[in-house]
């Protein structure tokens, strides 16, 4: 597989899924879609209510950090995004919005109960420090909640043209902009590396019916890095083509990447 070399094709938002470009807040929402209630679900059962102060990292069009606000109750919801056109459409009370890079070394906007990231550090190739980072701002007895895709197609051979199409989707990508999920699955160990303690990780995998959020999710995705995909030589159009309308057909039976969600607790008497 390529190397990352962001610099080839610039970072998330630059080469591959702009924010100016028509359609890329629908396309955030339909993972949303595939994906809130699971989140939701989680943050709950981890605590996450009334008095807690929130962090949501690459908060996209802000789904996750309304209806902490809306249905669980928290105090306050600070979402960070390089760029917040999306969340600023629709303020919210409690909803506070930074435009900020969270791989920015002085990257520190105070201390959470809860700090989340979906979908967001998978993207940038500085990972590692970034759990770091991000575990630095729970505050005692605080939680880390990261989740990002596993691929659990595109290493299979022989490949359907729907696991080569993941496959290429990956691989160009990582080739553009960084994107690397091949670290997901070391998330639990990283975050205990990073002193969080009752870690644990779950993974849901949405199903791919036809017109279901995340199949849509998928299309709109390979559309706007078909470039990338196609510099891979792994796919020609004709191929992403034949997926995009297999994957919206009742003969549709495939397996959609998962999201994994990995969380750790910030002890009550931290040295960090
Ligand atoms: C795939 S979207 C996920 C959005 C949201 N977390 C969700 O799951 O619905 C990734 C988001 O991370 C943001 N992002 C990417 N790189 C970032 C960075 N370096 N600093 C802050 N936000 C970033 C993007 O602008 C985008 O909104």
Redesign the pocket.
């Known amino acids: 597989m390529t190397a990352a070399d962001p610099s080839a094709g610039g970072?998330?938002?630059e080469a591959v899924f702009r924010?100016e470009q028509a359609g890329e807040g629908e396309r955030?929402d339909f993972?949303?879609l595939a994906?809130d209630d699971i989140t939701m679900a989680r943050l709950r059962a981890l605590g996450a209510g009334p008095g807690w102060r929130c962090l949501d990292?690459?908060?996209?069009?802000g789904?996750?950090s309304r209806r902490l606000l809306d249905e669980v109750g928290v105090a306050s919801v600070l979402a960070?995004?390089?760029?917040v056109r999306f969340l600023r459409r629709r303020p919210t009370p409690g909803l506070q919005v930074l435009e900020?890079?969270?791989?920015a070394p002085d990257f520190g906007p105070g201390r959470f109960e809860l700090v989340h990231?979906?979908?967001?550090l998978m993207?940038?190739p500085e990972h590692e420090r970034l759990i770091t980072t991000l575990a630095g701002l729970v505050a005692p007895g605080g939680v880390l909640v990261l989740s990002d895709a596993v691929d659990l197609t595109s290493e299979r051979a022989p490949g359907s043209p729907y696991a080569t199409v993941m496959r290429a989707m990956w691989q160009g990508l990582r080739s553009t902009i960084g994107t690397d999920v091949s670290w997901v699955p070391s998330y639990p160990h990283l975050l205990r590396g990073a002193g969080l303690v009752s870690v644990a990780a779950e993974i849901h995998v949405p199903p791919l019916l036809p017109g279901s959020p995340i199949s849509r999710f998928w299309a709109d995705t390979w559309e706007r890095s078909r470039a990338a995909m196609l510099g891979t030589g792994l796919v020609d159009d004709a191929t992403v083509d034949e997926v995009i309308r297999y994957l919206g057909s009742d003969g549709c039976a495939a397996l959609s990447a998962g999201m994994l969600t990995t969380w750790g607790r910030k002890p009550e008497e931290s040295p960090r």
């Open positions: 970072r998330y938002g924010p955030i993972g949303a994906y990292v690459g908060a996209g069009t789904t996750v960070v995004d390089r760029d900020a890079d969270v791989t990231a979906r979908f967001v993207h940038l």
